[in-house]
C-alpha cells in the first residue's frame, strides 16, 4: 500500500525566499507529525496535529515556520524568509490512531539554503 | 526536558552480534522506540518497550530498564545491509504523541 509521501524531494532556496512543504500522510491516519533532521542528527520535533486540530506547535524554531493541515489529510509546512540554518531534511510522519506505537515516516524533503 | 544519549559510532563484523546502548532522562516516560535509518532514506520502525525486558523479533532484540533509564538494541547474525543509523526515541506523556529523538548510532558492518 502507499506509505507517506513528500514533496519536493529535494529544494534549494535563496536566503529570505520562501518554501512550502507538503506531506501525504497513509489514507486514514489521523495523526501527522513533522520533524526537523540536522546532517548527522536524529530528527527533532516541530509540530502535531490530530486530525485538522494542530495539538502541539512547541518545536517550531521561530515565527517563520508555519503548519496547517486544513482537511485532515495533507500537510504543507511553510517556512518564510529561509535563513541558512534552515538547511536539513524536513521529515513527516503519520499514525493511525491517537495513541500509537508506531509513527510510519515519510522519505524527507531536503532544503538547502544558499 | 528529556536527554537520550547514544553512542555516535559504531563498527562491527558481518556475522558478529552488536549491542547499540541507549540512556535517557525523562520523567513521564511513555514508551522507548528504535528505528533504522539508512543514508538518505526515511527511518523504519524496528521495537517498542514500555515494559520492563526483553522483545524479540527476529535478529533485533530490544531491552528496556525504566529503573535505570537503560535500553539496548542488539542486532544478531549482521549482515551488511544492516549498515544504517540506529535512532533510539522516547514518548513522554507530558508530551502527547510526539517523540524525542537521540542522536542516532551509525553502524558500520564490515565483511
Known amino acids: 500500500g502507499a506509505g507517506v509521501s513528500q514533496s519536493p524531494r529535494y529544494k534549494v532556496a535563496k536566503r529570505g525566499q520562501d518554501v512550502a512543504l507538503r506531506c501525504d500522510p497513509i489514507s486514514g491516519h489521523v495523526s501527522l507529525f513533522w520533524y526537523q533532521q540536522a546532517l548527522g542528527q536524529g530528527p527533532e520535533f516541530l509540530t502535531y496535529f490530530q486530525n485538522e486540530a494542530q495539538l502541539d506547535k512547541s518545536g517550531l524554531p521561530s515565527d517563520r515556520f508555519f503548519a496547517e493541515r486544513p482537511e485532515g489529510s495533507v500537510s504543507t509546512l511553510k517556512i518564510q524568509r529561509t535563513q541558512q540554518e534552515d538547511s536539513a531534511v524536513y521529515l513527516c510522519?503519520?499514525?493511525?490512531?491517537?495513541?500509537?506505537?508506531?509513527?510510519?515516516f515519510g522519505p524527507g524533503t531536503r532544503l538547502t539554503v544558499t | 526536558g528529556q536527554n537520550i544519549d547514544q553512542p555516535t559510532e559504531m563498527t562491527a563484523t558481518e556475522g558478529a552480534i552488536v549491542q547499540i546502548n541507549c540512556t535517557y532522562q525523562?520523567?513521564?516516560?511513555?514508551?522507548l522506540f528504535w528505528y533504522q535509518q539508512h543514508a538518505g532514506e526515511a527511518p523504519t520502525f524496528l521495537s517498542y518497550?514500555?515494559?520492563?525486558g526483553l522483545e524479540e523479533k527476529g535478529r533485533f532484540s530490544s531491552f528496556l530498564s525504566r529503573s535505570k533509564g537503560y535500553s539496548y538494541l542488539l542486532l544478531k547474525e549482521l549482515q551488511m545491509k544492516d549498515s544504517a543509523s540506529y535512532l533510539c526515541a522516547v514518548r513522554d506523556r507530558r508530551r502527547g504523541q510526539n517523540f524525542v529523538f537521540g542522536p542516532g548510532t551509525r553502524l558500520s558492518v564490515l565483511p
Open positions: 525523562t520523567s513521564g516516560f511513555n514508551g
Open positions: 510522519a503519520s499514525s493511525r490512531g491517537l495513541v500509537d506505537n508506531e509513527q510510519y
Open positions: 518497550n514500555v515494559l520492563d
